[in-house]
Each structure stands twice: as structure tokens, then as C-alpha cells.
Nanobody
């Protein structure tokens, strides 16, 4: 079992920055790939970024490429999402999710989410 807790959300002006954290319980967190997702009011949840178990491989949604950076510190059981040049359309609840790498990868564990609001 892995429990995930997001933090770092808040209200920021357009052009500003925030860093979200996803803290995980469990001794084997380094075995889990982690993704960030977001859901805006009235919209479906969408993929934002993903990071591999060792932090070497990352991927991003086109909408955040060049502005967001995902990283992890397995010694601290924490994954980060650095968000720069924020736009009002980035406003959403942000979730982190984790899954064991394998042939049928799924995100099995989800956090409760943290609200990010970007004002224009």
C-alpha cells in the first residue's frame, strides 16, 4: 500500500510559480512511477506529467512542456512538480498518482489533490 499526500497548491498570479509536492508512505516508493494529473471544473481529468522510478525519464503534456518540471527524491519519498509561467488555464485540482512498473501499468494509488488557482 502507498499513501500519497499532495501539498503546495494555492493562489498565484499569472506568470508566477508554484511547486507542488507529493509525499508518499511506504518503503518501496522507488519502485513506483509517478504521474501528475489535473482536473478543472467541468472538465475531465487530464495528464500533466510523469516520472520514472529513477527519475531519469519524464514526459509532459504539450500544454505544460517548457513550463513544468517533474522531479523526485526517492530518499525523501517525494515527487515534485515545479510550475513556472503559470496561466489562468492551469487552474485545477492537481493530483499525483503512483503505480508499479510492469507490463500492465496502471496508476493504483492517488492522492486527495491540491487546488491551484491562477488569477489573470
Amino acid at each position: 500500500q502507498v499513501q500519497l499526500v499532495e501539498s503546495g497548491g494555492g493562489l498565484v498570479q499569472a506568470g508566477g510559480s508554484l511547486r507542488l509536492s507529493c509525499a508518499a508512505s511506504g518503503r518501496t516508493f522507488g519502485s513506483y512511477a509517478v504521474g501528475w494529473f489535473r482536473q478543472a471544473p467541468g472538465k475531465e481529468r487530464e495528464f500533466v506529467a510523469r516520472i520514472s522510478t529513477n527519475g531519469i525519464n519524464t514526459s509532459y503534456a504539450d500544454s505544460v512542456k517548457g513550463r513544468f518540471t517533474v522531479s523526485r527524491d526517492n530518499a525523501k519519498n517525494t515527487v515534485y512538480l515545479q510550475m513556472n509561467s503559470l496561466k489562468p488555464e492551469d487552474t485545477a485540482v492537481y493530483y499525483c498518482a503512483a503505480g508499479l512498473v510492469g507490463p500492465r501499468f496502471t496508476y493504483d494509488y492517488w492522492g486527495q489533490g491540491t487546488q491551484v488557482t491562477v488569477s489573470s
